[in-house]
T-cell receptor, first 113, second 113 residues
Framework: NAGVTQTPKFQVLKTGQSMTLQCAQDMNHNSMYWYRQDPGMGLRLIYYSASEGTTDKGEVPNGYNVSRLNKREFSLRLESAAPSQTSVYFC????????????FGQGTRLTVV | AQSVTQLGSHVSVSEGALVLLRCNYSSSVPPYLFWYVQYPNQGLQLLLKYTSAATLVKGINGFEAEFKKSETSFHLTKPSAHMSDAAEYFCAVLKAAGNKLTFGGGTRVLVKP
C-alpha cells in the first residue's frame, strides 16, 4: 500500500522562485492536511481540506496556496519562496470521521537560499 | 481557539525507567486526542488515540495515556523505557467540526543505557 505519497523528497529553491509540492493518497480519505516542521516548533498546520472541494487556512497560511485537485490529491504552492519557508513539509490524510487517525507522508525537505 | 501544549521539549530517561510525557489541551469541549511518534527522517505514526470511550487508552509499544477532563490533560506514559523508544513524540487534538488537526510542539526522548 502506498498510503500518502509526497513529491519531491528534496528541493532547493532560490528566493523568489515558485514551486508546487504534490501529495496524493490512495486510501479514499476525505480530509487532507499540509504541515511544516521546524526545530522546536512542532508541526504547524498550513492549510487543510476537510473534504473534496473545500480548503481552510491553518495556523501559518501566509505565503502558501493550496488546491484540492480531487479526492486523492492536495497540492501546496509557494508562489515566491522566501528563506523563512525553509522547512520540512508533511502531507497527511484522514478518513474524516472524528475518531480516526491521520496518515503521514515521508516529508519534503525544502531549502530556500 | 483550540490548542495543545507539551511541557518539555526534551526528556532524558534511563533504560528501564518510567517515561512520562505531558500534554495539556485547551478546548471548550472535550476534543479527540492523539499521540504520535516520529523516528528520525520519517513521517509520524499513531501511538494511541482518545475517542471518549475510555479515559485510559492503551497504544502500541507499551505506551498508554490517561484523559483527565478536570486537568485538561492527556499525558503519555510507559513503565519501562527501551532504547528503541528514542524518538520525538507529538500530542495532537482534532476539532470535530471541520476536522482540523493541530499538534503540540513535540517532546524529544533520549534513552540512556
Amino acid at each position: 500500500n502506498a498510503g500518502v505519497t509526497q513529491t519531491p523528497k528534496f528541493q532547493v529553491l532560490k528566493t523568489g522562485q515558485s514551486m508546487t509540492l504534490q501529495c496524493a493518497q490512495d486510501m479514499n480519505h476525505n480530509s487532507m492536511y499540509w504541515y511544516r516542521q521546524d526545530p522546536g516548533m512542532g508541526l504547524r498546520l498550513i492549510y487543510y481540506s476537510a473534504s473534496e472541494g473545500t480548503t481552510d487556512k491553518g495556523e501559518v497560511p501566509n505565503g502558501y496556496n493550496v488546491s484540492r485537485l480531487n479526492k486523492r490529491e492536495f497540492s501546496l504552492r509557494l508562489e515566491s519562496a522566501a528563506p523563512s519557508q525553509t522547512s520540512v513539509y508533511f502531507c497527511a490524510s484522514a478518513a474524516g470521521a472524528s475518531n480516526t487517525e491521520a496518515f503521514f507522508g515521508q516529508g519534503t525537505r525544502l531549502t530556500v537560499v | 481557539a483550540q490548542s495543545v501544549t507539551q511541557l518539555g521539549s526534551h526528556v532524558s530517561v534511563s533504560e528501564g525507567a518510567l517515561v512520562l510525557l505531558r500534554c495539556n489541551y485547551s478546548s471548550s469541549v472535550p476534543p479527540y486526542l492523539f499521540w504520535y511518534v516520529q523516528y528520525p527522517n520519517q513521517g509520524l505514526q499513531l501511538l494511541l488515540k482518545y475517542t471518549s470511550a475510555a479515559t485510559l487508552v492503551k497504544g502500541i509499544n507499551g505506551f498508554e495515556a490517561e484523559f483527565k477532563k478536570s486537568e485538561t490533560s492527556f499525558h503519555l506514559t510507559k513503565p519501562s523505557a527501551h532504547m528503541s523508544d528514542a524518538a520525538e513524540y507529538f500530542c495532537a487534538v482534532l476539532k470535530a467540526a471541520g476536522n482540523k488537526l493541530t499538534f503540540g510542539g513535540g517532546t524529544r526522548v533520549l534513552v540512556k543505557p
